[in-house]
Every structure is written in structure tokens, then in C-alpha cells.
């Protein structure tokens, strides 16, 4: 990354400095608009939208921007962007139709506002920086295939845990290893959580309760891995990953894995409980070559087979602009998939459900997500997570058990789930769409 300093030093020296738009203003959005204002030179954050727009005010004010433009058409928007004014609006639209925007950061955290938001922007052909592991995780693959057609970059994000893994992974292959494991580094895993039991943490740090929640009971770091391993070609070795338990330090664990098993496998994603350095990431990996074994002995990474690299935390927001920037100024996207789905998150009965009810949303009171290899997914017709909201169910479910579409019925009328169908479609074996056609 260290040439992307650089080159927004070069824009800022210019006076042409890349133009971002930021929609979604709660805590994570506040803490990017901090950063972009305040710390990035050659970047500016030209608008914000929120669906409260008092959120989206709140953000700059923060920042210390005073002067703030409500704005409520594309018109309006661009003439701002034009005088180098800061512009708010609830119209989500306008900040990806408006000329004179480089990029969006899109941080909503929601599966269906946050499709139509992508596929608007890749639309009128701006860059995308998701911090949306919840859409790219149910629908991400079809998206990119939209992206990649429109010439437009479509990235996860610096900063968030998948981004710092792809980094490390990237790393590892460049200087000659072959990944094996891709893992998350977690402090707590259980899948009964929900906001009830969250909600003293989540107001000691100014967050939402089911967002709190969504870390604590799996669901987000099985998103936050199903992304990684749709952008790597990994899998993972069981429903809902492994998840040792381990309070020694990662590097520890190289003996606690099959290698024979990974290199089968094409390489797995994981996560742990508990190790050090936590809260960060890892990639465990091979090297075939005698000679550089032995270097890699006398560098202190051991005897192998499997060598240990880790980074140590994950700084989210103050990243973030980092990903616009590998984006505008280079076309580098952070990550991405890689084409068909590898791992899904599947939707899973937290307590026992009934016939009649309504699901509620990612990080509340009835399911929590699991990652599954995409062809059982597809094998077994298993709920996405990404989808679970709004579905009623048409039986009744017990605890722990996974849901399939024959369980449900959809809300009508939803993007998510066309997209979620055009995915399937588009990815699926000759064979499949033989016998649909």
C-alpha cells in the first residue's frame, strides 16, 4: 500500500483530488468521514447520503465540516460537488448518478437497500467500495459480472478483516508460497447471542445491539470468510468452518491441520477462538522448494509444512480510503470474487421456530449464519442468510437446524432474490440449465 500515499500526495498537489461519495452514516460511516476530511490528503469527501439525513449531517459536523448543502436532485448535487461545497441528501440515487464522483463507499450493512444501491452505481459506472460482507457474500458474484461489464472496479474494503486477510494472502503468494488456510481471529463465538444479551456492549461503544450481535454468534465472520473464499478458490472443511478453540499464539497452530487435507481441499477458510495476536488475521501456507525451506527455518518460521504469517490487528475505517484509492488510481480491487460462488452463508434456527412466524434480520433473535460449500448449498436448496429476513415459514423448525427454500416463502418483489436467482442461473453446471431449458 505504500504506493498509493504517493500518488494521493501527486492528486492533492494537483488540485484534482478523487472524489468520493459516501452512502450509510452510522457509527463505521462517521468514523470513514473522520478519516477522509481529516487525515487523507488528495481525497474529499463530497457527499453523504443516509436515510435519516440527520445521521449524514452528524457525520461531517464530526469531522468538523460546518458548512453543510442539503441537496434533493441530481442537479443540485453536481452543482455542489462543482463549488467544492459538502452535500447531504436521503436520496441514496443521487450520489450514484451525479457526475463528478470517483468512487462510493457503500456502508449500509443491508442486503436488499444496499443491491439496489450497488447495481445503481455500477449503473452510471462509478467504482464501488463495499463494507457489506452480508450483500457480497449472498449475491457478490453476480454483481461483479455486472461490474466487470459496466468497466467499473467493485472491491471489499482495507481495514475490514477479509480485506487484511487478502492482503496477507496476496503477500504470501507473491514472495513464492501456496496459501493453504485463510483465518479469523475471533474473541468470542456463540451462536445464541442475539441483542438482548448484547445490548451493554453495544451502547459502552456507541453501536447497534444486532449488529453486536452479528459478530458475536458467527454470522458476520462466516460472511466475512465466505468473501474470502470466493475471492481465492478456498473452501471450508465442514459446515460452519472448524473454530478451534486456542489460547496460544496462532503460529502455534500450524501442527493442529492436515496439510494432505488443505492441499486437497484447494485450501480452506477458518477462524479461531481466542488466540494471539488477536483481533487479527492469518495465512498459513506451504513451500515446495528444499532450498528456501531452509531460509525459511533460518527466518524463524519454522520447519513446516505449513509456515505461519499473521497480522496483528484490523483498522477499518482508517483503511478504508486506502481501497478508494487502489480503486480510482490503480484498478486494483481490495478483493473480490472470483467468478461461481465457492462458500455460501446459510441460514440456521437459533431457537426453535414455529409455522407462521416471520424471520427477523441478520444479528437478532431467530437464526444466525453458517458457511457452507456453495455446491451442497445448491445441492440441498439451502436459505442464503443474506435472504432470511422477511421470509415466513411455512413449518416448523427446531434449533440448530438449517433452513431450506422449502421451508419459506419469499417477501415478493425483492432485488436480492432476483439477483440471488440470475446467480444461480448464470453459474450453474451445463447440465442444470439443460434441464431448465
Not at 501527486?10 to 483530488?17: D, F, H, L
Not at 490487528?313 to 473480490?336: G, I, K, N, T, W
Not at 451442497?376 to 436448496?381: A, F, G, K, L
Amino acid at each position: 500500500m505504500i504506493i498509493i500515499d504517493r500518488a494521493l500526495q501527486a492528486r492533492a498537489a494537483a488540485g484534482n483530488p478523487v472524489r468520493v461519495g459516501m452512502i450509510g452514516a452510522g457509527f463505521m460511516g462517521r468514523g470513514i468521514a473522520n478519516q477522509i476530511i481529516n487525515s487523507v490528503p488528495g481525497m474529499e469527501l463530497v457527499a453523504i447520503s443516509n436515510r435519516s439525513i440527520d445521521l449524514a449531517q452528524r457525520a461531517y459536523t464530526e469531522a468538523g465540516i460546518e458548512e453543510i448543502h442539503v441537496v434533493n436532485s441530481v442537479g443540485a448535487l453536481e452543482t455542489a460537488i462543482a463549488h467544492g461545497q459538502y452535500a447531504i441528501t436521503e436520496d441514496a440515487k443521487l450520489i450514484c448518478q451525479a457526475e463528478g464522483i470517483d468512487a462510493i463507499i457503500e456502508v449500509t450493512g443491508a442486503v436488499e437497500f444496499g443491491a439496489h444501491i450497488v447495481m445503481e452505481a455500477i449503473a452510471h459506472r462509478k467504482h464501488i467500495i463495499m463494507m457489506n460482507a452480508e450483500l457480497d457474500g449472498t449475491v457478490g458474484s453476480i454483481i461483479k459480472v455486472y461490474a466487470d461489464k459496466a468497466g467499473v472496479i467493485l472491491s471489499a474494503c482495507d481495514g475490514d478483516q477479509p480485506g487484511v486477510e487478502m492482503n496477507l494472502y496476496r503477500f504470501v503468494k507473491s514472495i513464492g508460497l501456496t496459501p493453504l488456510l485463510c483465518g479469523n481471529i475471533k474473541g468470542l463465538q456463540d451462536p445464541y447471542r442475539n441483542p438482548t444479551t448484547q445490548e451493554g456492549f453495544a451502547k459502552r461503544w456507541g453501536q447497534k445491539a444486532h449488529m453486536v450481535t452479528s459478530f458475536a454468534d458467527g454470522t458476520k465472520i462466516s460472511f466475512e470468510q465466505a468473501i474470502v473464499a470466493n475471492a481465492t478458490g478456498m473452501k471450508v472443511a465442514k459446515r460452519g468452518m472448524l473454530g478451534y478453540d486456542y489460547t496460544g499464539h496462532v503460529d502455534e497452530m500450524t501442527n493442529m491441520y492436515d496439510v494432505e487435507q488443505l492441499k486437497e481441499l484447494g485450501g480452506i477458510v477458518d477462524y479461531v477462538v481466542g488466540a494471539k495476536p488477536g483481533p487479527g488475521v492469518f495465512v498459513f501456507a506451504t513451500h515446495d522448494d528444499p532450498k528456501q525451506q531452509h531460509y525459511l527455518n533460518l527466518y524463524k518460521l519454522g520447519e513446516g509444512p505449513l509456515y505461519s504469517f499473521y497480522t496483528p490487528y484490523h483498522l477499518c475505517h482508517f483503511e478504508v480510503p486506502l481501497s478508494v484509492a487502489r480503486a480510482v488510481l490503480f484498478q486494483d480491487a481490495v478483493m473480490s470474487p472470483l467468478g461461481e460462488p465457492i462458500v455460501d452463508v446459510v441460514a440456521t434456527a437459533k431457537i426453535d421456530l414455529k409455522a407462521g412466524e416471520t424471520l427477523d434480520g441478520i444479528g437478532y433473535y431467530m437464526t444466525y449464519g453458517q458457511c457452507e460449500n456453495s455446491p451442497i448449498v445448491q445441492q440441498q436448496n439451502l436459505l442464503p442468510m443474506g435472504l432470511a429476513e422477511g421470509c415466513r415459514l411455512k413449518r416448523d423448525i427446531p434449533k440448530d437446524q438449517v433452513l431450506t427454500y422449502d421451508d419459506v416463502e419469499l417477501p415478493e418483489g425483492r432485488l436480492c432474490d432476483q439477483l440471488r436467482a440470475e446467480q444461480n442461473k448464470y453459474f450453474a453446471p451445463e447440465k442444470v440449465l439443460a434441464t431448465v431449458s
